[in-house]
């Protein structure tokens, strides 16, 4: 993965920012509403990854024209928050989009992103992994992940 671009530097962002950077990602800029969280989430980072494989930008469609990859980690295309967390002219045929939000399973993210070409992940690992390692933290059992997910994917999404 050369260029990727994240949206988002809460929680979530900084779980996913380091697991991108640690599966080899050469360049993660970070990009947040707040310019000043993205701006920190870099400087920790910065403690475990080398400078020069991070940056910020408040310019998410400047950053993804020439990025291989998407990661998004806000809470827009939840119900309550609809809507794009970049312009839909930003999206590229070049381009994969993950995305964490679970609810719905198919953020309009997604289906914009389906519909210009670009490979896409949603956000039901990230809820079901999540769950099942935590259950296994507090229970000491270990549990059937794939079942767990296909369980989840058939779940009703009202």
Request: proline share 5%; net charge neutral; hydrophobic share 45%.
């Amino acid at each position: 993965m050369e260029r990727v671009v994240q949206i988002g530097a809460g929680g979530a962002g900084a779980a996913t920012a380091y697991a991108m950077l640690k599966l080899g990602t050469r360049h993660l800029t970070i990009i947040d509403t707040l310019p000043s969280r993205a701006a920190g989430l870099v400087q920790n980072l910065s403690k475990f990854f080398h400078p020069s494989r991070l940056s910020t930008s408040e310019d998410a469609a400047g950053a993804l024209r020439s990025a291989q990859g998407l990661v998004h980690a806000t809470p827009t295309g939840m119900r309550e928050y609809p809507g794009l967390p970049v312009p839909e002219e930003a999206l590229h045929r070049g381009l994969w989009v993950a995305e964490i939000v679970y609810f719905p399973l198919e953020t309009e993210l997604l289906r914009v992103a389906k519909a210009v070409g670009c490979r896409t992940l949603d956000g039901g690992g990230m809820a079901v992994f999540q769950a099942a390692a935590a259950f296994e933290i507090f229970t000491g059992l270990t549990v059937d992940r794939e079942r767990m997910l296909r369980h989840f994917r058939n779940m009703p999404q009202d």
